[in-house]
């Protein structure tokens, strides 16, 4: 991810419409899993893949154990973003990618995988090198991005290599050997909004390659946008409706156990 893409991430996660109602949707789907795998009886490892600063591991923890993983670490993030170095002792590990995967092969019982995919060359080896994470029978919440005819300023600045489809999606979870247990799309309200917006800049402006969308909007409309995706991330997370279209998708993975 390039420089500007960490910062955008970095000042926005905590208060804009988009994160909080992507966050609201990814725990309802981790609730579900967890709770398929014994929750609340039973002590769970969970993993955000690809945390950056691990900013959703307070979000996971009330579930378990919670861990992070990424290619990168905070003090990395910090020196690309020019901000201070974090402090070394966290209260939550987060493990270094690739080196550390040998030594958590099978350990945990939920892995998230955030917006993540895009950015990986192979996505089904990603999705693979996630499986041998998992114990036997884990789960795996994952959401990416749609379309790849939404593709804007957003996705360069976050270098991204692609957008999905549901079917696209599903494919490389399958060929990576995962069960499906489901798959939608979401941010279908504001799906003719965010077409608007790329596709307004991308005719008008020169500059679009550098612009992010979270701060396509005037301040106030935030409110109304964050009311209108938090009620339809509670119904797709609870999988009470699956979406035939939006800018974004979810899918809940399992992984088979052997016999």
Request: proline share 5%; glycine share 8%; charged share 25%.
């Amino acid at each position: 991810m390039q420089a500007q893409g960490y910062r955008v991430t970095l000042e926005h996660q905590a208060v804009h419409w988009w994160y909080r109602s992507r966050r609201e949707l990814w725990q309802r789907q981790v609730d579900r899993a967890a709770r398929a795998l014994g929750y609340p009886s039973r002590r769970l490892e969970l993993l955000d893949y690809g945390c950056a600063t691990g900013f959703d591991l307070p979000s996971l923890a009330r579930f378990g154990a919670a861990h992070g993983a990424d290619i990168v670490d905070a003090g990395q993030i910090a020196a690309v973003i020019g901000g201070d170095e974090p402090a070394e002792d966290g209260p939550f590990p987060i493990h270094r990618l690739p080196a550390d995967l040998p030594g958590l092969r099978g350990r945990f019982h939920v892995v998230t995988c955030l917006d993540v995919l895009e950015h990986m060359d192979d996505d089904v080896e990603g999705l693979r090198a996630i499986a041998a994470l998992l114990a036997p029978g884990g789960q795996v919440v994952v959401t990416a991005p749609a379309y790849a005819w939404l593709w804007s300023g957003e996705d360069v600045i976050s270098a991204h290599r692609r957008r999905y489809t549901r079917e696209t999606l599903l494919r490389a979870a399958r060929a990576a050997g995962f069960d499906v247990l489901f798959a939608s799309y979401f941010f279908a309200s504001v799906l003719p909004g965010v077409a608007a917006v790329v596709w307004g800049r991308r005719l008008m402006s020169k500059r679009w390659r550098a612009q992010t969308n979270l701060d396509a909007h005037p301040r106030w409309l935030g409110g109304v946008l964050r009311a209108l995706t938090t009620a339809e991330a509670r119904l797709v997370g609870d999988e009470r409706l699956s979406l035939p279209a939006g800018a974004s998708l979810v899918c809940r993975l399992r992984l088979p156990e052997r016999s």
